[in-house]
């Protein structure tokens, strides 16, 4: 679609510290949102003898109902995949009408800043924070379309290659929590070490200490097969989704390492 929108910049998600790192742009959120394989949510506990908050893993992606074209750079829910009787699928199911409060939050890790001092040392990194309302999935149309569309963000085109469409055990089993995004942030880092000026003027630390960056980077290894499927070759589908996503991360990680942005 061509266009480039903006979470607006409220007291809940501004961020502060290092604010020059922030970003409110809609396409790098949400990309972030969906490469991270294991997202946090957090809420409020119902219960007024539970002080805590909850915060669980879970697997999600971003993505539009009611507007099948919408792509990154446009407003998205984030659908969340869960089982029927969790705790998080019990609260969304007793606010129907406000939904539940939700925060979800997604890091990924570029490499390890080594710097001159230990209180200079960090991450490239990259983070996003998404605020929002969930709801339950009633609709059997969307809840489909939902469980195809987060099925594929583990692994593309992985739905077509299974058994599907789920039965009516399984999806009755199956809920999924559609978060309706109010606003949200990101917050990024990449280049080497930022050693400050008292370190920088002193020879004997520049002479001594190696600084640099270690750039890391998820990598999935060589396929195991396992289970009762009796197919012995790996399907394109796996291998090319294994070293698509090594030479992504790979190439990424390295730039971040000596580009700053």
Known sequence: ????????????????????????????????????????????????????????????????????????????????????SSGCMKQARAHPESGLAITIAATKVDGIVLSLTPNSHSYNYRSAVLFGYGSLVEDAEEKLWAMQLVTNSVLPGRWDHTRTPPDKAEMASTTILKVKIVNGSGKIRTGGPGDEKKDTEREDLLQRVWTGVVPMWETAGEPVAGGNGRVEDVPEHVRAFRDDINKVNEKYAKTAAVEKT
């Open 1 to 84: 679609m061509g266009r480039t929108l903006v979470y607006p910049r409220v007291q809940k998600n501004t961020v502060h510290r290092k604010d020059d790192r922030a970003t409110y742009d809609l396409h790098t959120i949400h990309s972030i949102i969906n490469e991270t394989p294991v997202l946090h949510i957090s809420f409020n506990s119902s219960d007024p003898e539970d002080p805590f908050p909850t915060i669980l893993p879970m697997i999600g992606t971003m993505g539009s109902f009611a507007y099948p074209s919408a792509d990154l750079n446009d407003p998205l829910e984030c659908y969340l995949h869960g089982y029927v």
